[in-house]
């Protein structure tokens, strides 16, 4: 369900529904190295979660991205860095990514809220909660399923929400970061 290459380490790390992750030399094709995702205790493994990856500018740090958990993983052994279990009140993870910079990690949620996590320690900085982006609406249901990261703007991100609408998101004020711990926009 997800892949990401390395220039630097001349490998594919591959992810998938089985919370499997696996490390391919691109000489030959070989594994070289594969791990299973821990799933925290109180989230039943979900056959149908998608697990993605993506890989720091240093193309040797992953950002995995499941349902439950975000985490790093140091390639090529794989060895888990950081781990991130979201409050149960915050729903499931449905993406994340880093910023283009890679200083900080997006992460959506199915409650409709979205956190924004320094990379290298996975600490929150903010949280932006569904009311201040979606239309007030109880009868639908409607969350973020995608985030895409804004190219050369390191503080600009994208949702893509499950009724097709977009919204680019991008802090307030006119310091233009997201350095407001557990503020709630």
Not at 6 to 16: K, M, T, Y
Not at 180 to 185: E, F, G, I, L
């Given at each position: 369900t997800g892949l990401a290459f390395?220039?630097?380490?001349?490998?594919?790390?591959?992810?998938?529904a089985d919370s499997q992750l696996c490390v391919w030399s691109m000489d030959g094709w070989e594994k070289q190295a594969s791990k299973q995702i821990q799933i925290p205790s109180g989230h039943s493994p979900n056959p149908l979660a998608h697990t993605r990856v993506q890989f720091h500018q240093d193309q040797i740090h992953v950002l995995v991205v499941h349902a439950s958990q975000l985490a790093i993983y140091e390639a090529p052994k794989l060895e888990n860095m950081k781990q991130w279990i979201p409050k149960e009140s915050s729903g499931s993870v449905t993406d994340a990514v880093y910023s283009c910079d890679s200083q900080s990690i997006y992460a959506a949620f199915d409650d409709g809220s979205v956190s924004i996590l320094t990379a290298t320690t996975l600490q929150l900085k903010c949280r932006i909660g569904p009311n201040s982006y979606l239309p007030s609406n109880p009868s639908s249901r409607v969350y973020p399923a995608t985030v895409a990261a804004h190219p050369s703007e390191p503080n600009q991100f994208a949702v893509g929400?499950?009724?097709?609408?977009?919204?680019v998101i991008e802090p307030p004020g006119p310091e233009g970061k997201w350095e407001?711990?557990?503020?709630?926009?």
């Open positions: 390395s220039n630097v380490l001349n490998v594919l790390v591959s992810s998938g929400l499950t009724d097709g609408g977009v919204h407001y711990p557990h503020h709630q926009k």
